[in-house]
Nanobody
């Protein structure tokens, strides 16, 4: 059983920063990649960022490129999402996910475990 627990969400003013963390636990947890997705009210879940735990390559949605940074700590089974220059459009529930796939990290179907999500609200 794999569990992913997100933390770090909250309320922030536009232009501010937040750092999300995702802690993973499980007897045989060794994913190939970790990712962050978000879902705003009335909208579909969308890809935000991902990191390959094999190569270290990172992937970002165009909407967050240059503002968000994903990083991973394999030893601690933790992944972080540093979010800067936040905008009201970034308001959403942010989900952490793990993948055993070797590609398609921008697609939700590549991920097999998901956290419960953490709310991020950016006020204007």
């Amino acid at each position: 059983q794999v569990q992913l627990v997100e933390s770090g969400g909250g309320l922030v003013q536009a232009g501010g920063s937040l750092r999300l963390s995702c802690a993973a636990s499980g007897r045989t947890f060794s994913p190939y990649a970790m990712g962050w997705f978000r879902q705003a009210p009335g909208k579909e879940r969308e890809f935000v960022a991902a990191i390959s735990l094999i190569s270290g390559n990172t992937y970002y949605a165009d909407s967050v490129k240059g503002r968000f940074t994903i990083s991973g700590d394999n030893a601690k089974n933790t992944v972080h999402l540093q979010m800067s220059s936040l905008k009201p459009d970034d308001t959403a529930v942010y989900f952490c996910a793990s993948s055993n796939a070797l590609y398609a990290y921008t697609a939700a179907y590549a991920y097999n475990y998901w956290g419960q999500g953490t709310q991020v609200t950016v006020s204007s």
